[in-house]
């Protein structure tokens, strides 16, 4: 089933699917560390690139230290791919859903109206379009991106600290192209014996 499922589907590049399980690798393993939620599943075996497919637990998930963690966890891809790649892709930008843009939207709303902003914090403000808000108030960007280079640095440090797992995760990622949940577990666990061909 699985080969009739791809059959009409070009294979991916080598360089290109690589990249895509290192990314996806560095997505799961920041999930995982920081403790955000259960992992269901990744797959690098999508005609536009990678999935995660993570849950997010509701304890705790209205404080800050949470949301700090979630933006880093959307960095991780970003950062994962500096680490072993040394260089990033357009994978993590791009459109109104990609990683990017959705932790600069989650920034932006700690800023402004999520009650932790360093300006006013007090003030509830809607910003229904981030893009008008940020170039309209470069010290707003500013405050926003130093958020996300924070949270990088996190994901960065995550990661280094679990190199060894991000490397065994993306070599079995890269070879079975899809991965559940249970067994993604087991090798942030050390728990697995998954074969590599």
């Known amino acids: 089933l699985e080969d009739a499922v791809r059959m009409n589907r070009p294979e991916l590049p080598h360089d290109m699917r690589w990249r895509f399980a290192v990314h996806e690798a560095g997505h799961a393993i920041v999930h995982h560390v920081l403790k955000l939620g259960p992992i269901h599943g990744i797959t690098i075996d999508m005609p536009d690139g990678g999935y995660s497919l993570l849950a997010f637990q509701r304890s705790g998930s209205d404080t800050l230290s949470y949301r700090k963690d979630l933006l880093a966890m959307l960095l991780a891809g970003r950062a994962a791919e500096q680490?072993?790649?040394?260089?990033?892709?357009?994978?993590?930008?791009?459109?109104d859903d990609s990683d990017l843009a959705r932790a600069t939207r989650l920034a932006l709303a700690l800023e402004r109206s999520l009650g932790f902003g360093?300006?006013?914090?007090?003030?509830?403000?809607?910003?229904?379009?981030?893009?008008?808000?940020?170039?309209?108030?470069?010290?707003?960007?500013?405050?926003?991106?130093?958020?996300?280079d924070k949270a990088l640095?996190?994901?960065?440090?995550?990661?280094?600290?679990?190199r060894d797992k991000l490397d065994r995760l993306t070599a079995v990622l890269f070879e079975q192209q899809a991965l559940d949940g249970e067994t993604v577990i087991d090798i942030l666990d050390d728990r697995t014996s998954v074969a590599i061909r």
């Open 83 to 95: 680490i072993v790649l040394c260089s990033v892709s357009v994978g993590s930008a791009g459109s």
């Open 118 to 148: 360093a300006v006013q914090p007090l003030l509830y403000r809607d910003d229904k379009d981030p893009t008008l808000v940020l170039d309209a108030h470069p010290d707003l960007a500013a405050r926003v991106h130093a958020r996300l």
């Open 153 to 162: 640095a996190k994901a960065t440090d995550v990661l280094n600290g679990n």
